[in-house]
């Protein structure tokens, strides 16, 4: 069945159009790792519901071309933490993208995590590093120099959760749909908002934001 999905002619060329879109030209290796991770998802979706998307079309818009609508957006950040990455969403289709890039995916449900752990596998990526726990209580090796997370807690919530795992100069990207401004106002003093996009998904409808956070001094 992963093997039936990431075969479809159909759904590859929705995807490589849809990237193109987006302004990407997407290799034939990000292609297949694409679709097969879109294989497995759909796979094991059935058995430890990962994701509340169960159609195969409505996942590449919803899933891997609204994570691939930040992929050109992570600037020069070379070690990226995705928070409550769930199935490894935006942090999958990142690492697809970015193998010269270090991603660390972070999820406090442990069924997510041990089907990234089959993805991390079945795709070989070796620049992934998986992380069951919550958030708050992780203390990585090293800090981030990014940290990236969609549909994962409010701005406030986030930014009290995570900024013990900053770099100096480093930053959050948070990806949201409309534009956050409550969340914004009840941010601590020291937090900026650095850049807000506005961002189109081809086949996702209503707004998608990409706010980029620092912490000031
Ligand atoms: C709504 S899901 C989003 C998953 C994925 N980022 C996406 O966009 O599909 C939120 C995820 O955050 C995880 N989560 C919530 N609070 C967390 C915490 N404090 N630490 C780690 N993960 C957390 C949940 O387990 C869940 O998988």
Not at 81 to 87: A, Y
Not at 114 to 119: C, T
Request: aromatic share 6%.
């Amino acid at each position: 069945m992963p093997e039936a999905v990431a075969g479809d002619a159909r759904l590859t060329g929705k995807l490589q159009q849809g990237a193109e879109r987006l302004g990407l030209t997407l290799t034939s290796e990000q292609l297949r790792n694409l679709m097969l991770y879109l294989g497995l998802l759909a796979k094991w979706n059935r058995a430890y519901n990962l994701t509340a998307i169960r159609n195969t079309d409505e996942m590449v818009n919803l899933h891997l071309l609204d994570s691939l609508a930040i992929s050109q957006h992570l600037g020069t950040a070379q070690h990226i933490i995705d928070v409550g990455t769930g199935p490894g969403l935006p942090g999958v289709v990142l690492a697809i993208m970015h193998p010269e890039r270090k991603f660390t995916l972070l999820d406090s449900n442990g069924k997510k995590t041990r089907f990234l752990f089959q993805a991390k596998t079945a795709l070989k990526l070796d620049n992934v590093t998986i992380v069951n726990g919550r958030v708050e209580a992780y203390e990585p090796p090293q800090p981030f120099d990014m940290i990236t997370s969609r549909a994962f807690a409010s701005l406030q919530d986030m930014v009290q959760w995570c900024r013990h795992l900053l770099a100096d100069g480093g930053c959050f990207l948070a990806m949201k749909g409309q534009f956050p401004q409550d969340e914004l106002d009840a941010l601590p003093a020291d937090i900026q908002l650095q850049s807000s996009l506005e961002l189109e998904v081809p086949g996702v409808e209503g707004q998608r934001h990409l706010l980029r956070l620092v912490i000031g001094s």
